[in-house]
């Protein structure tokens, strides 16, 4: 059952629920692809309908963080909990790694992929990287014959949003891989360039906070937090 969030709806999923959908996704075969929005997901699928058109037709739409989940609650649907992305990712790593299924890296700066791949490799014996591609490519075409002449199993898109929703559910089918995941800066934090919060933030669903610390910058695009509950909180006042 699928739960709609101001027009963008999730899979009420735990995360180990959801690391089993991912799992049976790659074992059944055919193409999938999972996504995993935020409160700026959802601002931005207000005003870019394709953007939300990739959301709807993802194979599995998990909640990335506690944004999502008090705006459920705020709107009297709410959901099991968060999945954020990079757990998501971890989970179906452990399992990858157990079945040796090859992985393919795209996005982030050129040379973060291979850093990346490094330490995927060192962290889950028998996970197979058996390619890599930067985020700043040109042309799509040769992209898509990389992945496919690596016959992966599994392909981490991080092109940051909405271009790896748009260039999974656009592209995605003919590269031959059974499921890809949007993980936006998932590849800077494998690379080791990019820091998680520790265990003690993540657990209170405070990551976002943590990183707001670490990067005053980001205010902009963190102010889309408290936005998406007031948006929430108007939907639930209306009888939406
Ligand atoms: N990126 C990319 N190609 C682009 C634009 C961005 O590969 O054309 C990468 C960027 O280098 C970064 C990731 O996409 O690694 C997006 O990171 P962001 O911080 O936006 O992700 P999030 O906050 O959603 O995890």
């Not at 490094?118 to 040109?138: E, W």
Request: glycine fraction near 12%; proline fraction near 6%; charge should be neutral.
């Amino acid at each position: 059952m699928r739960i709609d969030v101001l027009g963008v709806c999730f899979d009420d999923v735990t995360l180990e629920e959801a690391a089993q959908r991912g799992e049976a996704m790659v074992r059944d075969g055919g193409f999938h692809y999972a996504v995993t929005p935020n409160p700026e997901f959802i601002l931005e699928a207000r005003r870019n309908e394709p953007f939300r058109q990739a959301l709807l037709e993802a194979d599995l739409v998990l909640p990335d963080g506690v944004g999502v989940t008090y705006a459920a609650k705020i709107l009297g649907r709410p959901l099991k909990g968060r999945a954020p992305g990079i757990d998501f990712a971890q989970q179906m790593l452990d399992w990858m790694g157990r079945e040796g299924k090859r992985l393919y890296l795209l996005g982030a700066k050129p040379g973060v992929a291979e850093l990346a791949a490094a330490n995927l490799k060192s962290r889950y014996p028998g996970l197979i990287v058996c390619g890599t591609h930067d985020g700043y490519f040109q042309e799509d075409g040769p992209v898509v014959e990389d992945i496919r002449a690596h016959a992966a199993d599994v392909a981490f898109v991080c092109l940051g949003a909405p271009k790896q929703e748009l260039w999974m559910a656009r592209r995605g089918p003919e590269c031959g891989v059974k499921l890809m995941i949007g993980l936006g800066g998932a590849l800077d934090v494998f690379a080791g360039l990019v820091e998680r919060a520790p265990e003690g933030f993540q657990k209170l669903g405070l990551e976002w906070f943590y990183r707001l610390v670490r990067e005053p910058s980001r205010i902009g695009r963190m102010s889309k937090l408290p936005l998406v509950l007031w948006h929430a909180a108007g939907a639930r006042i209306k009888g939406m």
